[in-house]
């Protein structure tokens, strides 16, 4: 062999030696991996192991429990005088009476709220009303204020006040319901004085075929004659302390010597004591 063969000898020499340093190295690495998944094996056994204990613990004592709660029910049953049998009747007796109990106050939480809807649908129908009686009297107001409009306005005989006056009984209640001025109906007899609120009036004369009459009123001790009025006339005099405007209207005269109408006075006047 020439010298030129020696190289190469050694080159194989060094790779063995290289695959042998990795083997080793991964032998070596398998090894720690196998102890350390073996510990941790033994680590999750051991704690399989401490569970299963706990678990027969658990049993135990609860084998127990059961045994001294079995001892207890006889105990209990002996110091009633109760068999078992009569102790599971009581049992069974209890648990009845506690359903009875709950359905009683379901029934009883139901009949409630039933009467608070009841109650809520009459709170709804009172509201209704309201406001049904609300429309009413607006509606009221309008008709009376329509009807006020259509009263005949008439000039009085000695003031040249011009009042509203009412010729009939329906329109003298329409003028009431105005709320300004009290009003008294009268009828009056011929040769006949009669107190109308506080003042009196006496019929002297009545025409019914002119519709003209002649009374005389009564006041403050003063008399006053309205001599040959017509109907509807607004008759004014003042009476009162402090002097107010009064009115006698009539409104029809009869054949039979009889006149009807009314006194007006301001709400102010002194009101007779029969209407207190």
């Keep these: 062999m020439s010298e030129f063969d020696t ?12 695959v042998i340093a990795v083997a080793l190295l991964l032998a070596l690495g398998g090894l720690a991996w196998t102890y350390a998944l073996s510990n941790k094996i033994i680590k999750q056994e051991a704690a ?5 204990d706990e678990n027969a613990k658990l049993k135990s004592e609860l084998q127990e429990t059961n ?3 079995k001892v207890t029910s006889q105990e209990l049953g002996q110091s009633l005088g ?7 009747a009581k049992t069974q007796e209890v648990l009845s009476r506690e359903q009875a ?25 009172v509201k209704t009303d309201v406001g049904g009686v609300k429309t009413d009297v607006a509606k009221t107001q309008s008709d009376l204020a329509t009807a006020v409009t259509q009263l005949t306005s008439m000039q009085g005989d000695i003031s040249g006040h011009t009042s509203l006056i009412a010729r009939n009984h329906d329109e003298l209640e329409v003028l ?8 008294y109906e009268f009828t009056l007899v011929k040769g006949q004085k009669k107190p109308v609120g506080t003042v009196s009036l006496e019929l002297k004369k009545a025409d019914a075929k002119k519709s003209q009459f002649t009374l005389v009123v009564y006041s403050d001790d003063k008399s006053y004659e309205k001599k040959n009025r017509n109907l509807n006339e607004p008759l004014q005099f003042y009476a009162g302390k ?7 209207v009539v409104n029809s005269v009869s054949a039979k010597n009889t006149v009807t109408g009314y006194l007006s006075v301001p709400k102010s006047a002194p009101v007779p004591p029969a209407v207190n």
């Design 101 to 125: 109990d709950s359905k009683r106050l379901e029934t009883a939480a139901k009949e409630a709220q039933q009467q608070i809807s009841a109650v809520s649908n009459q709170v709804s129908d």
């Design 7 to 18: 190289p190469p000898a050694r080159s194989v020499s060094g790779a063995l030696i290289g």
């Design 82 to 88: 109760l068999t078992q049998r009569q102790l599971e």
């Design 48 to 52: 399989i192991n401490a569970a299963n």
């Design 176 to 183: 009431k319901h105005k709320g300004d001025r009290n009003y």
């Design 242 to 248: 402090d002097p107010s405007l009064y009115e006698v």
């Design 67 to 69: 045994a001294r709660l």
